[in-house]
């Protein structure tokens, strides 16, 4: 059975999603505050998804889920909140949630994301995913979620993984902004690409000798980004 974690302070909504995914089958607890979250986050038992509110009590949904993602813990998180703002969503997945939700949104819109975070997750875990990656000083083992540069682990969250990952699968060739947000991070007609720059100047960060001057992950005015491994 797949265990949700539902981080969500509103009683009546917080009741109604968790009779709703039961009834799917799935094993929920509830936590109403950040802080609950994290007592629970640190049981042995790990959930498979979190379903995260950013309006807490005690702590935004943003800073939990980038703490969580700074621990090393890369449970699928799907974001929820009242405003929908173009800032807020990429607030929400630039601090590492893997989806995002605006509220008001139908029992079944949530099922339908949290459906596909949950595939995505066990396809990451299939060992016949290419698994491997290596370039300049840099090695990377996708299975498990390894990275180092010149011999030094380094943390990446899912996300920073999951681009990397597609930027491997398709080395050599342009890739557009649209079709990240669409393969990495499956949204459609997203109308800011400004995510997907953030996230390919983190890589740079991590990766190039000189991220000023990219040779791994080059530009291409306009059309988008080329992994030259
Ligand atoms: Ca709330």
Not at 52 to 69: H, N, T, W, Y
Request: glycine share 6%.
């Amino acid at each position: 059975m797949q265990r949700i974690l539902l981080v969500e302070d509103e009683d009546h909504l917080a009741t109604a999603l968790k009779l709703n995914l039961e009834l799917e089958g799935f094993s929920v607890d509830v936590a109403p505050s950040g802080r609950r979250a994290r007592e629970l986050l640190v049981s042995p038992e790990p959930y498979d998804a979190i379903v995260l509110d950013v309006m807490l009590p005690d702590i935004s949904g943003f800073q939990l889920c980038a703490k969580l993602r700074e621990v090393g813990n890369f449970t699928p998180v799907l974001m929820l909140t009242a405003r929908g703002t173009q800032e807020d969503r990429v607030l929400g997945l630039d601090s590492g949630a893997d989806d995002y939700l605006v509220k008001p949104f139908a029992v079944t819109e949530l099922l339908a994301r949290l459906r596909s975070l949950l595939r995505r997750q066990s396809w990451d875990k299939k060992p016949a995913m290419a698994s491997g990656l290596s370039f300049g000083n840099v090695v990377v083992d996708f299975d498990r979620h390894e990275v180092s540069v010149g011999g030094t682990p380094l943390r990446l969250t899912q996300l920073e993984l999951d681009l990397l990952r597609y930027f491997a699968q398709n080395a050599g060739r342009v890739v557009g902004r649209e079709e990240l947000l669409e393969q990495v991070w499956k949204l459609r007609n997203y109308p800011n690409t400004r995510t997907v720059d953030n996230f390919v100047a983190r890589l740079r960060k991590y990766f190039e000798p000189d991220a000023e001057v990219p040779r791994y992950f080059v530009s291409h005015r306009g059309s988008g980004y080329k992994f030259v491994p």
